[in-house]
Structure formats: C-alpha cells, structure tokens
C-alpha cells in the first residue's frame, strides 16, 4: 500500500503540541514517521503543505448531530419527523468531518439516531467523524428535555423527543438498561434546566435527587459514564458529588461543588461559545427573545464558574452544543478563542481543550487525540497558525485539508 507523506509544514506534536518542521508519513491509516527530512519512495504520495501548520483533528465534546437550523425546542422536536432528522445527522456528520472534526460525542438524540449514524460511519456507509453516542436525555416531567406546555398531547410525554421521561429510581435505571441495549456509549442526564427550555430554567432542578442518584448508582454499576447537563448550583453539586464524568454547561459551581470536582475528577464541558453567542448577538441569530434574555441573565455568572474551575485544575473539553442556523455544526472551533478571551487559557491549553483533553475523556488517546508516531493519522492542517489564530480554526478559506484515518476528506 503507498504511504502519503505530508511535506513542508509545522506540526504540533505529542500532548504538549511541540512544533516540529518537516514531513509526516502516513502509513495503513497511521502516522508512521514524523522528522525534518523523510526519505521518499518512489510510490509515495506526496503532499505540498506549503509552510502550513498541522494540528490534530479537532474533537467536540458536546455535539448533537441531529441539530440543523435550530432556533428553539419546536424546531429540535415537533417541527421534524425521525426520518428527517435522521437526515439531518448524516447531513452533519459530514458537515462537522469537513470542518476539521474527527471525533465527536453525541451527547442527545432522538430515536436512537446517534447510536445508528455512529454505526453507519463506522461500515463506512456514509461520511462522518467517530461519534461515541449517548441516547435520548434522561428527563423528569418538568425537566431538562420536557419542552413541551402541559396542554400539549393530554400531558403524556412525547415520545419522539430528544428526552426520555423517566420517573421514579426505578424507570431512571431501567432506563440505562434499556439504552445500553440499544448501543449507547454514554448516558446524558438532564439534573438541572437551561435557558434554552423557558419552561425548565437554569436555576430549576429537573430530577429529583433520588432519580439522579439512581442514574449515577446504575450508570457505575453498569460502567457506563454520565455526561451531567447541571447549571443550578444544587445540580452542578449533585453532579460533582456522585462524580459524574462530566458536567455539561455548569453555570452555578461554588466553591463546595468545585472541591467535589476536583476529588471526583469531574471534567467540565461549559459550551460557552454558544451560550455567549445567544447572551450576546443572541437576537441577529433569530433566537427567541425568552432565550436570549435568560442567557444574558446567567453569562457572567458562567464565565466566573468556568474560571474558578480552569483555575483549580479542573479539565476543560471543548463543546459545541451547535447546529443552529447561525452557529452551525462545526462552531464548536468557536470554543477556543472564547476561552483564550474569556477565561484567560493561553492558546496552547485552549488547543488542547478540542484535542487532547477530549481523548482523554473519551478514552481514546492511545489511538488519536495527538500527533504521534503510532496514531491514527486524523489531522487538521491550516495555512496559518491556530496558536497565533484561533479564528482561523472555523475558516474554511484557511483549511488545507482535512485527515481521517489516513485519507483526506
Ligand atoms: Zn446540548
């Protein structure tokens, strides 16, 4: 089999990104050798990156594939059939490939879509990143995923949504049973509201804390991680004491919850690109008024939770939580500069927030996550310097090319 050998460009290698100038080859899928002069043979093929920078293959931490031009609930659920956002996610997971991502976590889904795109991509049937899947929301009635008024379907649950009602210990552990049968890897859980479901508010907690120990009290026995949506102080503490994997958005960590973090080894994933977009051009990109005015509400409170936490040593992935009509798949990129901005990350830490720190939460950094002689070969490279500017992660004018297991995209 040829190998490809990519030639003149600055590489960001191993968990630290060092600069390394020179060639890489890439070998069965794998990245074989790294070194300023690579012997060619006659059967390579050869890629002129023109003084490019390479980074690895950007990673998302908080993606819902089946988010495409989304401005509110009604849109994510009743405005499409399962069969058209079953479209929508093989839609995007070419899209978010194309941008430079190469693994995401699917942290939401309706149907078991997520489960059924990550099988599909890995037969190699369509386009798309490595997606590690979580199912359909764990929810109470009131809840994080409840998006609909009570005068809605007779006050039954919907079906079709991108939450599961669970009620009770007993129906949040059945539950996971029945999603780890259906092939999930991970289980998302609504513990507290968010801004973007008015009727279930930031500061609202929307399990019971006896349904959420039982979540987390199955989900270890079945070892299965939890990714925690908690803002509401009581949930982001919740969340850190029965030491979920990660906590999702925490708005509200004080200093209890951030010491629980830390012995738990809690990951945080803030989204905080998007959250800021909708506090701060949340109108120009259509988003209801309700939402945006309770995002502006919590933005500065979120900012200081995601500092507290960078600054006790708390890892940080990158998510994007994106698949909105002006912040579309693919802006989880956004997360970087937000975090070099906002909570004072130099380039290389927020780098590594959408590379290596996502691998490591994933499990997955013995394979991918880093430029290294014996990895995949997923890469991203650039014309410019990510490090010197991140925007140009989410330009596609300054993508080179893009590198899945070895083939460009
Ligand atoms: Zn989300």
């Given amino acids: ?30 990245i074989s050798e790294i070194g300023e002069f690579v012997e060619s043979r006659p059967d390579d093929v050869i890629i002129d990156l023109q003084g490019g920078y390479v980074m690895p293959g950007m990673m998302d931490a908080h993606c819902h594939l089946i988010y495409r031009d989304v401005a509110d609930p009604y849109d994510i659920e009743l405005r499409k059939s399962i069969p058209e956002a079953t479209l929508d996610a093989v839609v995007n997971a070419s899209v978010v490939l194309k941008a430079g991502f190469t693994t ?8 078991n879509i997520g489960v059924e795109i990550r099988n599909a991509v890995s037969r190699g049937d369509v ?3 490595n997606i590690h899947p979580a199912g359909q929301i764990l929810s109470g009635p009131g809840g994080l995923a409840d998006f609909q008024p009570s005068h809605i379907f007779e006050n039954r649950p919907y079906q079709h949504g991108l939450g599961v009602q669970v009620v009770g210990p007993d129906q949040a552990r059945a539950a996971i049973r029945k999603q780890l049968k259906d092939g999930v890897e991970w ?9 973007f479901n008015p009727l279930c508010p930031a500061e609202r907690n929307g399990l019971s804390e006896i349904e959420f120990a039982a979540v987390m009290s199955e989900a270890k026995y079945q070892g299965v991680p939890v990714a925690a949506h908690a803002e509401s102080a009581a949930s982001v503490r919740a ?3 029965y030491g979920a994997q990660t906590i999702e958005h925490g708005i509200y960590i ?12 809690v990951t945080l994933s803030p989204t905080l690109s998007m959250y800021r977009a909708f506090a701060i051009r949340g109108s120009s990109m259509g988003i209801p008024s309700v939402i945006v005015d309770e995002h502006k509400r919590t933005h500065e409170r979120h900012a200081q939770s995601i500092r507290m936490a960078f600054e006790a040593g708390v890892p940080i992935v990158a998510g994007g939580d994106a698949g909105l009509t002006h912040f579309p798949q693919g802006y989880c990129a956004e997360e970087v500069e937000s975090y070099i901005e906002v909570i004072g990350m130099t380039p290389r830490q927020a780098l590594s927030t959408i590379t290596v720190n996502i691998a490591r939460l994933l499990g997955v950094i013995d394979t991918v996550g880093t430029i290294d002689v014996g990895k995949r070969a997923d890469l991203l490279a ?10 140009a992660l989410l330009d596609p004018k300054q993508k080179i090319l893009v590198m899945h297991d070895g083939v460009v995209v």
């Avoid at 004080?254 to 080894?265: G, I, K, Q, R, W």
Wanted: charged share 25%.
């Fill in 127 to 129: 386009p798309g990143p």
């Fill in 254 to 265: 004080d200093d209890e919850s951030l010491e629980l973090m830390v012995a738990n080894n």
């Fill in 239 to 241: 969340a850190a004491f």
């Fill in 104 to 111: 995401v976590r699917d942290v939401g889904s309706r149907g």
């Fill in 382 to 391: 650039l014309r410019v310097d990510p490090l010197v500017s991140p925007k």
């Fill in 187 to 195: 289980i998302k859980v609504g513990v507290s509201g968010t801004g």
């Fill in 1 to 30: 089999m040829s190998r490809t050998v990519l030639n003149n460009a600055t590489f960001y290698v191993g968990e630290e990104l060092s600069p390394r100038t020179g060639s890489l080859v890439v070998e069965n899928e794998s």
